[in-house]
C-alpha cells in the first residue's frame, strides 16, 4: 500500500530534550516536506526538500532542522524543543516534479506536545 | 511572497445546506487541488484542477478554476454529517517552497 508513515504518532515531552520525529514514504516520491498545523493558522510549511541531500527552508524553520539522506525518508529534528513548538505535525511527500507540484501525500500526523 | 486567502474561515450548517468556500491568490497559477482533513486524519485529495475556467465534480463537490488563474472556488451541495472537516486550497506549480490556504474549518449540524 502506497503510504507516508510518521513515528511517534503521539508525544510529550520537556523543553530542551532532543527529539527527532521519522517520516517514511513508499511511493519514491523526490519531494517530501514538513508541515506545522495549529488552530487558525493553516499547514505552515517548515522544510522540504527535492531530492536527496537537497533541503531547504520552508515558512516556519526556526528551531528545526531535518536531513536527507536517503529518497524515503526526511526526519524531523526538533535540538532543543521549546513550548512554542507544541503542534500537530504533518510529513509529505509528492511526486511528480521536483518543486512539489503534484498530489501531496500526507502521513497520519504526530501530535507533539512539549511542557 | 505569496499571498494566498482562503475564506471563510469557519462554517456551522445544517444538514443539507450547501456550502461555499474559495481561495484567492495575488499570484497566477497553473493548477488548483482541493483537500479535505477529517479529524485526527491527515489531508487527502479531494479535486484537482487543471485549466483556467476548468469546472469539475466529484460526487457532491464541484470546485472551479477561476478564469484568472488567481482563484479557486469549492462548493459541497446538500451536506452531510460526514462532511466535517477541515478543507484546503493549494495551488500548484509553486516551484519548492509551498502554501496551502488557512483552512476552512466545516461543522455540520445532524
Known amino acids: 500500500e502506497a503510504q507516508v508513515t510518521q513515528n511517534p504518532r503521539y508525544l510529550i515531552t520537556v523543553t530542551g530534550k532532543k527529539l527527532t520525529v521519522t517520516c517514511s514514504q513508499n511511493?519514491?516520491?523526490?519531494?517530501m516536506s514538513w508541515y506545522r498545523q495549529d488552530p487558525g493558522l493553516g499547514l505552515r510549511q517548515i522544510y522540504y526538500s527535492m531530492n536527496v541531500e537537497v533541503t531547504d527552508k520552508g515558512d516556519v524553520p526556526e528551531g528545526y532542522k531535518v536531513s536527507r539522506k536517503e529518497k524515503r525518508n526526511f526526519p524531523l529534528i526538533l535540538e532543543s524543543p521549546s513550548p512554542n513548538q507544541t503542534s500537530l505535525y504533518f510529513c509529505?511527500?509528492?511526486?511528480?516534479?521536483?518543486?512539489?507540484?503534484?498530489?501531496?501525500?500526507f502521513g497520519p500526523g504526530t501530535r507533539l506536545t512539549v511542557l | 511572497g505569496q499571498q494566498l486567502n482562503q475564506s471563510p474561515q469557519s462554517m456551522f450548517i445544517q444538514e443539507g445546506e450547501d456550502v461555499s468556500m474559495n481561495c484567492t491568490s495575488s499570484?497566477?497559477?497553473?493548477?488548483w487541488l482541493w483537500y479535505k482533513q477529517d479529524p485526527g486524519e491527515g489531508p487527502v485529495l479531494l479535486i484537482a484542477?487543471?485549466?483556467?475556467?476548468e469546472l469539475t465534480s466529484n460526487g457532491r463537490l464541484t470546485a472551479q478554476f477561476g478564469i484568472t488563474r488567481k482563484d479557486s472556488f469549492l462548493n459541497i451541495s446538500a451536506s452531510i454529517p460526514s462532511d466535517v472537516g477541515i478543507y484546503f486550497c493549494?495551488?500548484?506549480?509553486?516551484?519548492?517552497?509551498?502554501?496551502f490556504g488557512q483552512g476552512t474549518e466545516l461543522s455540520v449540524k445532524p
Open positions: 511511493m519514491n516520491h523526490e519531494y
Open positions: 484542477l487543471y485549466k483556467a475556467g
Open positions: 499570484s497566477i497559477f497553473n493548477t
Open positions: 493549494f495551488p500548484g506549480n509553486q516551484g519548492g517552497k509551498l502554501i
Open positions: 509529505a511527500s509528492s511526486s511528480p516534479g521536483l518543486a512539489g507540484e503534484g498530489e501531496q501525500f
